[in-house]
C-alpha cells in the first residue's frame, strides 16, 4: 500500500524536516504537495530517510519491484517464478518475463555486459549466440525497444538476466515495451537477481553454463536442469557462425543513422567490398556504406572463388559467435585464398581471430572474455588510447603470429591482443567494435584506413 505525500511529510516530522532528513529544498517539499507525489530523483533520500520501500511511495512503481531474490537452494522463494541454474548446481531465482521457457529450457554460456546503453543492439548482436546475458547496469527496459536499434533480425543470445523487473520505457523513440518484444522473439528473462553476485561469481570462476527456466506452470525439475547444465559441453570448439550466417548473398546501401534523418542510403559508392557474414552487425555494415563503400553480404561458408568471382575491391570479415577455431575449418581456406589474390582485407572481432588463424596464429578460449562498451585499447601506432565496445570469449594468441604480423592494439584491462596488421600485404583486424559508438567515435578511423587501403591497391 502506497503513502501519501502529506502522511510521509508527517512521518518526516514535518516540511522543514522532511527538508534536513532528505537533504532537498523546502520549495522541493512544497512541490511534492502540489504533485502529489515524490519525483524519482528523490526517491533515494526519502526511502534512506524514512525505511519504506520504493512501492509504498505514491508516483513510485508498485511493480517492477527492485529487491533482489537471493541465490537459493531447491525451495522456491517467494514471487520466484524463474530460474537460472548453474552447472555447479546452484540456483539464482528470479522473477520471470518474457516469453516462457519450453522444455528443455535453453543452455548457454552464462556472461556479463557492462554496457550502461544499448540493451537492444546487445541482445541482437549475433556474437552472443550460445550465450545467457547478465546485464550489469540496473535500468533495463527504461529506453522501451523500436525497429530501428537492433542488428540483427532475430535475437541471437538464449535469454538475459536483470537486477530489477524490467523498467516501464520512456523514450520518445520507444515502439514496444521490453517485455513485450522479448515475448513475441521466444525470449525468456529473469528479473529480481542479485547480478553483482552472480558477475563476481564469473569475474572470479569464469562463465559457467546454465540454464534459464521460466515455466509457465511453474514447476521446477531442478535434478533435471542441474543435469542439463553440467552436460552441455561449452562454446569451446562450436561452430556457430554457420547458424547465424545469412543463407544467401545480398546488397547493402543503407547508411548509418543520424539525427533528425535516421539511416540513409548509399548512392555514390567509390569501391565494392565484399562483407563475409560470421553474424555480422548490422551497423558495421551501414559504417562500410558510409564510407562510401557498395556492400555485397555473402554467407560465412562462402570459398575464396565465391567471393573472388565477386570482383571485389576489399574483402571485410565480420563478427560473430562461437570458436574461431571451429569456424575455421571453412573460414581459414577462403581467407587464404583472398589473401594470395592480393585483396584488401579488413576483419574485425571474429573476423580478427579468423585472419590471424589463416596467417598462422592461434586462438584460446578466455575465462570470462570482454563484454561491455568500456574497454580501453592503446593503439600501439599512435600511443592513443580508444575506449571501446567489445563482445568477445576467445583471443587470439600474439605469441604465435608469424614475423610478417605486426601487433597493432593491445587492451589495457589484461595485455590481451586487440590488433594486428601483416607488413607484406594489405591485411589488418581489431578484436573489438568500432562501429559500436562507444568514446563515441574513437574507432570509426578504422573504416577509413580500410579505404585509403583499397585506394592504394586498386
Sequence with gaps: MTIDVDALIERLGGAEAAARLTGVGTEAVRKWR???????????????????????????PATPRTEAIPPGGDAIPTGATAALV???????????????????????????NTGMSGYQETLTDPS?????????????????????????????????????????????????????????????????????????????GGAPNGVLAFPADGCFDLPALRAQAAAWPGLEGMDLAREVSC???????????????????????????VAVDYGAKRNILRCLASARCRVTVMPATATAEDILGRHPDGVF??????????????????IRGVLEAGVPVFGICLGHQLLALALGAKTY?????????????????????????????FAVDPETLPPTVKVTHVSLFDGSNEGLACTDRPAFSV????????????????????????ERQV
Design 317 to 334: 570479415l565480420s563478427n560473430g559467435p562461437g570458436d574461431p577455431a571451429a569456424t575455421g575449418e571453412y573460414a581459414v581456406p577462403a
Design 128 to 204: 552472443y549466440a550460445g550465450q545467457i546475458i547478465t546485464f550489469t547496469f540496473p535500468h533495463i527496459g527504461n529506453v522501451g525497444t523500436n525497429p530501428e536499434d537492433i542488428e540483427a533480425a532475430t535475437v541471437a543470445a538464449r535469454g538475459l538476466v536483470v537486477k530489477q523487473d524490467i523498467t516501464e520505457p520512456s523514450n520518445w523513440r520507444s515502439a514496444q515495451h521490453l517485455d513485450a518484444w522479448l515475448r513475441t522473439r521466444g525470449i525468456a528473462g529473469l528479473g529480481g537477481v542479485d547480478t553483482r553476485a552472480l558477475t563476481v561469481r564469473i569475474r572470479d
Design 86 to 112: 548453474l552447472g555447479d548446481g546452484s540456483v539464482f531465482w528470479g522473477r520471470g518475463f518474457g516469453a516462457h521457457t519450453a522444455t528443455p529450457a535453453p543452455v548457454g554460456e552464462v556472461c556479463f
Design 365 to 393: 578460449k578466455m575465462e570470462r572474455g570482454h563484454r561491455g562498451a568500456n574497454q580501453p585499447v592503446k593503439d600501439l601506432v599512435t600511443g592513443k588510447v580508444e575506449i571501446t565496445s567489445q563482445n568477445h570469449g
Design 247 to 273: 543463407r544467401q548473398s545480398y546488397e547493402w546501401d543503407e547508411t548509418r543513422w543520424a539525427w533528425p534523418a535516421g539511416a540513409g542510403r548509399q548512392t555514390a559508392s567509390r569501391y565494392h567490398v
Design 34 to 60: 502540489q504533485a502529489g507525489a515524490v519525483p524519482s530523483r528523490h526517491w533515494a533520500a526519502v526511502i534512506a530517510a524514512t525505511g519504506l520501500a520504493l512501492s509504498d511511495l505514491a508516483g513510485g
Design 431 to 454: 578484436q573489438y567494435h568500432p562501429e559500436a559508438s562507444p568514446g563515441p567515435s574513437d574507432s570509426h578511423y578504422l573504416f577509413g584506413r580500410f579505404v585509403e587501403m583499397i
